[in-house]
């Protein structure tokens, strides 16, 4: 039973449009989100968080909005650039800064020129 | 400043073989967390090695070990290997046994035949 679902594989938009990325969750302990973005070879690297506390994060062109009722977040990156093409992992946790993570299967972003 | 590093990239076994893989952290780090990425999925997280202690454990069985060392690189050990173990081996690390600030390894590749 999947916990964090990222229910599109793909998503493709134009350059310096706006890129929506979507995650739901089942688990209403979770109380901490996290956004990563990974390149072909290479590890995850860490975008942006959201503690439950809060409803929106930004940082630069990320935001990300957390609707606890609807159990749904999503990250906007505006403007798109073509160096953001990447799969976006939404992830969570049950234990703050300190729990471990429940990844989602990931969406992979096409921004083109 | 060298980041997470993860040996060896590939590596290939047949079923029933044991495999080691190892993971030195960022500098000043002192956590290590596994990660068991299967293809089209998010990274599954397998246990968190905090002052030489396993500290958290996903829903990996036993076959499936590590250790950390005093100078805070970790090992991860798989026995008795399946087909199913197929996958990318992530290592990420933090300090204080956080999970919001982790640094990602670039991974090392098992294939299973």
């Known amino acids: 039973d999947q916990q964090v679902k990222q229910n599109s594989p793909s998503l493709s938009v134009q350059e310096g449009r706006i890129s929506i990325l979507n995650c739901d969750y089942t688990?209403?302990?979770?109380?901490?989100f996290l956004w990563y973005k990974k390149y072909p070879a290479e590890g995850p690297t860490f975008l942006i968080s959201?503690?439950?506390?809060?409803d929106k994060n930004e940082d630069g062109r990320f935001t990300v909005f957390l609707n606890k009722s609807a159990k749904h977040l999503s990250l906007h990156i505006v403007p798109s650039q073509p160096g953001d093409s990447a799969v976006y992992f939404c992830a969570a946790t049950p234990g703050g800064s300190q729990g471990n993570l429940i990844f989602g299967k990931g969406t992979k972003l096409s921004v083109k020129p | 400043d060298a980041g997470v590093t993860q040996s060896p990239t590939h590596l290939i076994k047949t079923r029933g073989q044991q495999v080691t893989l190892r993971c030195s952290p960022k500098s000043g780090h002192d956590t290590v967390s596994w990660y068991q990425q299967a293809l089209g999925q998010g990274p599954q997280f397998i246990f968190q090695y905090y002052e030489e202690e396993e500290r958290q454990r996903g829903n990996f069985p036993d076959r499936f070990s590590g250790h950390q060392f005093p100078n805070y690189s970790s090992e991860l050990n798989v026995n008795a290997l399946l087909l199913g173990d197929s996958a990318l081996y992530l290592c990420?690390?933090?300090?204080?046994?956080?999970?919001?600030?982790?640094?990602f390894g670039p991974g090392t590749r098992l294939t299973v035949l």
């Open positions: 688990n209403s302990m979770f109380d901490y």
């Open positions: 959201i503690s439950s506390i809060k």
């Open positions: 990420a690390s933090s300090r204080l046994a956080r999970t919001d600030t982790q640094y």
